[in-house]
């Protein structure tokens, strides 16, 4: 019964192949777990990842199966693809906003990470004192809930490659939000195996710490209410959750995921969309899915220090984790209702999930105050033969 989250197949010189499993039954009387599970995204010339599983809970967590790319991209098409600098050039680069990476942990010294870690303002590095009184001992960029310490360092190299997705300082990288901070919350292992609960409670530090997005790329077959309530949680303190649909492939209308599946108003799930302008061969879809990203051989930030490309879901819902921190960075007053909203509406229709593919100027456009504007009728030639001549009729679709 375990949870999945976006599958991803990461290839690299120095990174063993992992496969992606199943999570473990949790050693408790009453609880369930769900196994939470990434999914590793292909390289050109790497090794898959796993992602690493949360401690404790009622339910497993688990990642999905590896997905490998057909080439390795020449440019961070991602980007260009949601027009991400048209919006950085009007001043929305994330600035001011925290993005929690609840994953793997990551490489926090990775050069296109570091400059843009969170740090807890109430926290002394590296003195053993829980100095801001919150349970939690040096607490500094995060926090480490499956090692119990305060650094939360990646094992697995998933939840590296996230953070980058969502706010790499552009020295190599450039993420979606090259201004905004990242707080990360390691919940899983390194085999990128973990629970539910432990999720959870990455969900809650984050809300209680100051983040206002959080970025959850994982999902599994089973619902499981601590983890539900958590996200509503984050929903009740003006949060907004991102969720990867999860790598099945599946009609989530008819074989749910989760937690992408709950139908909690704060929260945005997100299929992975590929460089042809379709859905992911290997991406979730269906009309309970909320949007639609770019997935598909997404170069991002590695565990060797330098960069790596990955396919899956767990690579689009970062895109629009830091989508919707540019686009607060621009409205900071904005509340969470008026950001999923003006996401959705100005969506690109299409791709088998509820709204669309991700617009970020229109998106930007919405939230400004002007109306998202209606998809572009199709113009329809037809060829008509008379006496020999042909003569072309526009007519509209």
């Known amino acids: 019964m375990g949870l999945a989250r976006g599958q991803e197949a990461a290839r690299t010189a120095k990174e063993a192949n992992v496969q992606c499993r199943p999570g473990r039954q949790a050693l408790a009387l009453t609880a369930i777990l769900m196994p939470l599970v990434c999914a590793p995204i292909a390289q050109a010339t790497a090794t898959s990842h796993r992602a690493a599983p949360a401690r404790r809970s009622t339910t497993p967590v688990a990642k999905a199966p590896v997905v490998a790319s057909p080439a390795a991209p020449a440019t961070e098409w991602g980007l260009t693809t949601i027009a991400a600098p048209a919006v950085w050039a ?7 906003i925290v ?9 926090l010294a990775q050069r296109d ?12 590095a590296g003195n ?11 607490d500094v960029n995060g926090y480490d809930f499956v090692g119990r310490t305060g650094t939360p360092t990646d094992t697995n190299g998933h939840g590296t490659h996230v953070a980058g997705i969502v706010a790499g300082a552009c020295k190599a990288i450039c993420g979606v939000a090259p201004q905004a901070k990242l707080m990360i919350i390691r919940v899983l292992d390194g085999q990128a195996q973990g629970d539910a609960a432990t999720v959870a409670q990455g969900i809650r530090f984050a809300v209680d710490h100051g983040a206002k997005i959080v970025n959850l790329s994982l999902a599994g077959p089973d619902a499981d209410a601590p983890l539900q309530n958590a996200i509503e949680y984050a929903g ?10 999860g790598n099945g492939a599946a009609n989530m209308d008819a074989r749910p995921s989760y937690p992408a599946s709950f139908q909690t108003p ?9 460089m042809d302008g379709r859905l992911g061969s290997e991406s979730d879809f269906g009309r309970t899915v909320s949007i639609a990203a770019p997935g598909q051989s997404i170069v991002s930030t ?22 919707l921190a540019d686009l607060w960075s621009r409205n900071p007053t904005a509340t969470w209702q008026q950001l999923r909203s003006a996401v959705l509406t100005s969506a690109t229709p ?29 113009t329809v030639v037809k060829k008509t033969v008379i006496k020999k001549t042909v003569v072309k009729k526009r007519t509209r679709a």
């Open 266 to 274: 704060n929260m945005l799930s997100v299929a992975a969309m590929g």
């Open 99 to 107: 993005v929690a990476v609840v994953d793997s942990g990551a490489l």
């Open 113 to 124: 990470l570091a400059p843009n870690l969170w740090v807890n303002p109430s926290e002394i």
């Open 302 to 323: 590695s565990m060797s220090g330098g960069s790596e490309w990955r396919t899956g879901t767990s690579m689009a819902s970062p895109m629009v984790a830091g989508a």
């Open 90 to 96: 009007q001043g929305a680069q994330g600035q001011g």
């Open 236 to 245: 009740q303190q003006g949060v907004l959750v991102v969720v990867a649909a």
């Open 350 to 378: 299409g791709l088998q999930v509820g709204s669309g593919t991700l617009n970020l100027p229109a998106a930007l456009d919405v939230l400004n105050g002007a109306p998202a504007k209606a998809p572009a009728k199709k």
């Open 128 to 138: 053993g004192i829980d100095d801001d009184h919150d349970g939690y001992v040096d």
